[in-house]
């Protein structure tokens, strides 16, 4: 018994991190696996099909669309969801603007969601831009008011700059996008970026999210965030999810928005959570670069200056999910500006 005292002070602290590895990997158990489709994944919604022919291929583009609750306003609003998400994590948004006599729209984009994963295509934000509208064509949808979280936000800006006759408004919640990262991170090619999410593990993810999203804390009511991501990654089709991780993340760091914002014709509300440290390739610069980037309570205002007759609700003290953070803050600034 007298000799556990004289065990290193490193054995202990490795003996602590290594029990808390392992916490962090049971934690995740309770996530099942799920294949590249979402097959066994309910979303709150009945989800429908829309078959789109994109080079050379026959993909089919999932989506929701749910009526008004009551009477209607006559106004659709358009849900667009973020890189590490769904369509299914806008339920309790798109519950509300139901609520409100709004019809919402919520589409997976592909290489997304319940929506096809092709990893043998180019995917930009203008084929994602042309998929949405097709998609408002089909449903005969003139117009709509855009609601655009994260990635979203670049494929949101895109779809105003390229159809602003069809966004009635435009609300960026805490976009990406908004700096250049290549002018600071090295190119890291497609192969090398699957290599690399082929070695995470499934608690990588909270980790991020945690660490990036919500200042390194964590309510239980954030896990279903991690489940479509931590699914993949545990599930048969984790090497076709890495293959498309690191395809889309090449698009967001290769094709930026953010120059053609002062271009947008719209009204623009932007909705910042100022504590988002959220930058793609922080890993792969030094510390002191890193700590340049992602720096939100800087950015948010640049893109309000930047974007004509932007307005702008910034929250401190909020990170990069403000509907999952301060969801009454956040639906309190959308459905003024709406």
């Known amino acids: 018994m007298r000799i556990s005292r004289f065990i290193p002070i490193f054995a202990t602290a490795a003996l602590a991190l290594s029990a808390s590895a392992q916490d962090q990997a049971s934690a995740m158990d309770k996530f099942p696996a799920l294949d590249a489709g979402l097959t066994d994944y309910r979303y709150p919604f009945e989800v ?72 043998d295509i180019q995917y930009s934000f203008q084929m994602m831009a042309a998929h949405t509208k097709a998609l408002l064509d089909h449903l005969e949808i003139g117009k709509a008011s855009v609601v655009a979280h994260s990635m979203g936000g670049m494929v949101g800006t895109r779809f105003a700059l390229m159809y602003p006759a069809s966004a009635e408004k435009l609300v960026l919640v805490n976009p990406i996008g908004l700096e250049d990262w290549k002018r600071k991170v090295p190119y890291q090619s497609i192969d090398a970026a699957t290599a690399a999410e082929l070695k995470k593990a499934p608690s990588a993810v909270k980790d991020y999210m945690q660490t990036v999203y919500f200042d390194g804390q964590w309510k239980e009511e954030y896990d279903p965030l991690l489940e479509i991501q931590v699914g993949w990654m ?85 990170g990069h999910a403000p509907q999952a953070e301060a969801y009454d803050d956040y639906l309190r600034a959308l459905v003024d500006f709406l």
């Open 48 to 119: 429908r099909e829309l078959a789109i022919k994109e080079q050379g291929h026959d993909l089919k583009l999932a989506y929701m669309d749910v009526k008004p609750v009551g009477d209607a306003n006559g106004r659709t609003i358009l849900l667009l969801h973020g890189k590490n998400f769904s369509g299914a994590y806008w339920e309790r948004t798109a519950r509300d603007l139901a609520g409100r006599g709004y019809r919402v729209v919520l589409p997976d984009q592909i290489g997304f969601g319940k929506s096809s994963k092709p990893t």
């Open 234 to 318: 545990k599930g048969p089709d984790k090497e076709r999810m890495a293959r498309v991780t690191a395809i889309t993340s090449d698009m967001v760091m290769t094709q930026p928005v953010l120059y053609e914002f002062p271009d947008l014709k719209v009204p623009t509300l932007l909705i910042i959570g100022e504590r988002d440290r959220t930058a793609i390739g922080k890993n792969l610069v030094s510390k002191d670069i890193a700590a340049t980037m992602g720096q939100y309570q800087d950015l948010g205002k640049a893109a309000a200056v930047a974007i004509p007759g932007a307005k702008l609700v910034a929250l401190p003290g909020v």
